[in-house]
T-cell receptor, first 116, second 112 residues
Framework: GAVVSQHPSWVICKSGTSVKIECRSLDFQATTMFWYRQFPKQSLMLMATSNEGSKATYEQGVEKDKFLINHASLTLSTLTVTSAHPEDSSFYIC????????????FGPGTRLTVL | SQQGEEDPQALSIQEGENATMNCSYKTSINNLQWYRQNSGRGLVHLILIRSNEREKHSGRLRVTLDTSKKSSSLLITASRAADTASYFCATGPVGGGNKLTFGTGTQLKVEL
């Protein structure tokens, strides 16, 4: 149990377009989902915390108008990178916290975004 | 900002040897977790140790936590080539809910 999926697993897009990434908890309800960004050979940087039915909380330095997060249900959160530019190219990973789980985050497989 | 610093940044060992990775952090924590990441993949949760615990075992993994020194170590015994991956510590702050702050990571390579 506790499987988290992400779609797509990779995407290549042109500069200026918007890209939507989905994060789903497949077999549990997630009270909270997190979105991270990871550059090559670096650690994960938390971008935002997403709670179902409420606005996402963004970390300092993360543009909320650039990275739109929608937590539509207890099993789905989406991250939309708006007007993507080459510097947005990165590995985006989501995680989900299962209800009644003690601080354990279950991670998705990640989405590789390349902006040309 | 990154809470945890890990050392070494990279570690290369022979199969069968033990691998030890260290993590230091700056502020008080509720718990500390270790994750593994294979190249280009998501993270796999390995073990969670709470702030009132000093040591925890899971299979070939042994984690220690010293809150007075604000440090933790992950020991992998009898390493295998399949253990090759990046390992990250992550801290959950006191009163911070489920939010985690990740360390810089250790890249482990286990050679045959």
């Amino acid at each position: 149990g506790a499987v988290v999926s992400q779609h797509p697993s990779w995407v290549i897009c042109k500069s200026g377009t918007s890209v939507k990434i989905e994060c789903r908890s497949l077999d549990f309800q997630a009270t909270t989902m997190f979105w991270y960004r990871q550059f090559p050979k670096q650690s994960l940087m938390l971008m935002a915390t997403s709670n179902e039915g409420s606005k996402a909380t963004y970390e300092q330095g993360v543009e909320k108008d650039k990275f739109l997060i929608n937590h539509a249900s207890l099993t789905l959160s989406t991250l939309t990178v708006t007007s993507a530019h080459p510097e947005d190219s990165s590995f985006y990973i989501c995680s989900a916290v299962r209800r009644n789980s003690y601080n354990e985050q279950f991670f998705g497989p990640g989405t590789r975004l390349t902006v040309l | 900002s990154q809470q945890g610093e890990e050392d070494p940044q990279a570690l290369s060992i022979q199969e069968g040897e033990n691998a030890t990775m260290n993590c230091s952090y700056k502020t008080s924590i509720n718990n500390l977790q270790w994750y593994r990441q294979n190249s280009g993949r998501g993270l796999v949760h390995l073990i969670l140790i709470r702030s009132n615990e000093r040591e925890k075992h899971s299979g070939r993994l042994r984690v220690t936590l010293d809150t007075s020194k604000k440090s933790s170590s992950l020991l992998i015994t009898a390493s295998r080539a399949a253990d090759t991956a990046s390992y990250f510590c992550a801290t959950g702050p006191v009163g911070g809910g489920n939010k985690l702050t990740f360390g810089t990571g250790t890249q482990l390579k286990v050679e045959l």
